[in-house]
């Protein structure tokens, strides 16, 4: 069974510090990472990385895929309160079953 | 211009009682899912249709069954609802099954008491 691990599971920091959140996976046949943020409603997209595209970036967030470890991170910079969500990763593995796998989450709390 | 749509966004309800949720997504996207998302936030798939036809069923009560009638839409319905089914349920769209991202509505949260 496809498996999708992530952590902490939990994080509070201050203003402007910076975070790295870990995701790592065990999947039959990887095709796709993504990565979302999840506020009060719905999850909303950040990136998706594949083997020809192992690391992205958007403005202070970025995010790297360790095809080898079987695992990514998360890298927000200078963190603002508005960054407080969970972030979801989840594996594409692939095959004709358009399945996503989640993991549980990590709640960030970015304190004033 | 709301992409994928969700009806209702609260549902509160009785055990026993029969339920649907509707899904509409105006983004030409091909395929659409059913997620649930329970207390503890964990976000699992339920279905997942491409062009009307179904694609996953993963291991959920056969009370729930969903319905396609166009590839915009994807309603789910449940029977004989559960204390256990409470839950938030998000439906997602997506250009090519698992290729592209998903984009998900906005939830509908159903309280069954």
């Known amino acids: 069974e496809d498996k999708v691990v992530q952590s902490p599971l939990s994080l509070v920091v201050h203003e402007g510090d910076t975070v790295t959140l870990n995701c790592s996976y065990e999947?039959?046949?990887?095709?796709?990472l993504l990565w979302y943020k999840q506020e009060k409603k719905a999850p909303t997209f950040l990136f998706m990385l594949?083997?020809?595209?192992i690391e992205k970036k958007s403005g202070r967030l970025s995010s790297i895929l360790d095809k080898k470890e079987l695992s990514s991170i998360l890298n927000i910079t200078a963190t603002q309160t508005g960054d407080s969500a969970i972030y979801l990763c989840a594996v594409d593995s692939g095959g004709s079953n358009y399945k996503l796998t989640f993991g549980k989450g990590t709640l960030l709390t970015v304190n004033p | 211009d709301t992409a994928v749509s969700q009806t209702p966004k609260y549902l509160v309800t009785q055990m026993g009682n029969d339920k649907s949720i509707k899904c509409e997504q105006n983004?030409?996207?091909?395929?659409m899912y059913w997620y649930k998302q329970d207390s503890k936030k964990f976000l699992k798939i339920m279905f997942s249709?491409?062009?009307?036809?179904?694609?996953i069923n993963e291991t959920v009560p056969n009370r729930f069954s969903p319905k396609s009638p166009d590839k915009a839409h994807l309603n789910l319905h449940i029977n004989s609802l559960e204390l256990g089914d409470s839950a938030v349920y998000f439906c997602?769209?997506?250009?090519?099954?698992?290729?592209?991202?998903?984009?998900f509505g906005p939830g509908t949260r159903l309280t069954v008491t």
């Open positions: 983004l030409g996207h091909d395929t």
């Open positions: 249709y491409n062009n009307k036809e179904l694609i």
């Open positions: 594949t083997s020809s595209g």
């Open positions: 999947v039959t046949n990887f095709r796709s």
């Open positions: 997602a769209s997506s250009q090519l099954g698992g290729i592209y991202e998903q984009y």
